[in-house]
């Protein structure tokens, strides 16, 4: 008997090994050319039908400040927020860069700036460019073929549509009070989530998960240390289970870490990025929904579009729709 439950237990381990090696780049069912992934299941009519359902003029901002000094992915050297002058107002009375004297100059103030920053930083979605499997990415664009000097000639951001659907907030704080360092959440918990909520997912929703790392944004090294964030199976439930359409999250790297798997260091990212074709948004703000326990809405947004980038920043609109 011990022998036979030692096999079986060699058969399962082979088996979950042989698994966690199975992940392979998705080919679209929307074409050998398609660029935007389930973002084709948004439609007119789906966007027509959303925003029919808004009936009043009350709207939720759900994207974060830009400032020095603001969290960001750094581990791996990318570079943080830089923000400088160009003009000052007494700059340009000094300077007289315009060449039109110190009387135009302290009668016509000019201030000018510029910034710096990595595209995942902020309030953003990442393209599905920015993680891959085995050399490739979604639809099975090869970098050897589609990434020059300046970007990837697929998938950049600038192909990434204006958003118009129904957004759907599953406050997971809310339901389970306080979340674990590194929690990660898991497909039961946002179904009894949503189950207290008493709202049903739909096909093509937009999903934002609240794990309440929003509240630490001000302050980085809290907002960066231990953020709780979805699992694996969490995202399969709400991929293949309910065909949900984008993802969003509150935290810094939408998965938990450590990674759940040895074989990947960021399985979620690239189920959902290489292997489904899906995009999701990070460092959303989604403390005043919440508050006023706004959980359905309808969802207008836009990333700037970065030609070949793999991320670009986003300025979510919430727009009730009870």
Known sequence: MKKTIQILALALLFHAVEAQHNEEVGKSPWGSTDEIGTLNMMTETSKINILSKVKSGKSYDLSVDYFVGMPSFHSLGDPGYQYWLTHTPHGTVVDNPNGLGEAMNKKVSYTGDAISMYTHMGTHIDALNHFGLNGKIWNGFTPEEHLGNKGWKKTGAEMIPPIIARGVLIDVLSYKGSLPPNYRITAKDLQLTLQQQKVKLQKGD????????????????????NYPGIS????????????????????????????????????????????????????????????????????ITASLKFKGASGAPMRPIALPIH
């Open 232 to 299: 694996l199976d969490a995202a399969k439930w709400l991929v293949e289970e309910q065909e949900i359409m984008l993802l969003g999250a509150d935290n810094l790297s939408f998965e938990a870490f450590p990674p759940e798997r040895k074989d990947n260091w960021v399985p979620v990212h690239t189920y959902l990025l290489a292997e489904r074709g899906m995009m999701f948004i990070e460092q959303l703000y989604l403390e005043d929904l919440s508050k006023d326990h706004v959980y359905e809405f309808a969802l």
């Open 206 to 225: 937009v999903v934002f998960i609240r794990t309440g790392q929003a509240r630490f944004y001000e302050h980085a090294n809290q907002y960066l240390d």
